[in-house]
C-alpha cells in the first residue's frame, strides 16, 4: 500500500512538475517575444525619428538659404518670414523629439547641427533687421550656412550607424550658388 501510495505520488508529482517547468518555459517565451517586440517598436521609433529630423534640418537649412537669397535682392517680405520660421518651427519640434529617443552618439551630432542652425538663423534675423554683430555679413552667414553641410552629414551617418544600415555615405552636398 505505501509503494502504490508512494507511486502515485510520484506519478502525479511528476505531472506537476512538467507542468511547471512548461509554463515557466511558455512564460520565457512570451517575455522574449514581448522584448523583441518592444526593440523592435524602439528601432521604428528611432527610423521616423531620424528620417523626420534629418528632412526638417536639410528644410530650415534650405529655407535659410532662401532667405539670404531674398535679402540679397529684395525686401523681406511677411511670406518670407513665416516660411523661414515654419522651417524653424519645425526642426525645433523634431529634435525636442530626438532629445528624448536618440541615443548619445546620435544626439550628440543632432546638438551640434541644432546650434549650428540656430546661430545662421540668429545671423539672418539680425541681418534682416539691419542690426548685425560686430562680423556679420551677408557673406559670413552664407559660409556659416554652408557649414552646416557637413554636420548634417555627421548627424545622419550617426542615425543610420545606430539603426544599422550599411552602405557608403550619399553624395556631398550641393555646390553653393551665390
Request: hydrophobic share 40%; charged share 25%; aromatic share 4%.
Amino acid at each position: 500500500m505505501v509503494i502504490a501510495v508512494a507511486g502515485v505520488a510520484g506519478t502525479l508529482g511528476a505531472a506537476l512538475l512538467t507542468q511547471r517547468g512548461a509554463a515557466r518555459g511558455k512564460a520565457r517565451e512570451i517575455e522574449l517575444v514581448r522584448r523583441h517586440e518592444v526593440a523592435r517598436e524602439n528601432l521604428q521609433l528611432r527610423r521616423t525619428c531620424y528620417a523626420d529630423l534629418n528632412r526638417e534640418a536639410r528644410q530650415f537649412t534650405t529655407a535659410l538659404n532662401q532667405h539670404l537669397h531674398t535679402l540679397r535682392e529684395r525686401r523681406v517680405q511677411d511670406a518670407d518670414r513665416v516660411a523661414l520660421d515654419a522651417a524653424k518651427d519645425a526642426f525645433r519640434d523634431r529634435y525636442s523629439e530626438a532629445q528624448m529617443v536618440a541615443p548619445d552618439p546620435v544626439l550628440t551630432p543632432a546638438t551640434v547641427v541644432h546650434h549650428a542652425l540656430t546661430a545662421v538663423y540668429g545671423q539672418v534675423k539680425r541681418l534682416e533687421r539691419g542690426a548685425p554683430d560686430p562680423g556679420e555679413s551677408m557673406e559670413a552667414a552664407g559660409e556659416a550656412q554652408q557649414g552646416i553641410w557637413e554636420p548634417l552629414r555627421v548627424m545622419r551617418a550617426a542615425m543610420r550607424a545606430d539603426l544599422g544600415v550599411s552602405g557608403g555615405e550619399s553624395a556631398p552636398p550641393p555646390a553653393r550658388r551665390t
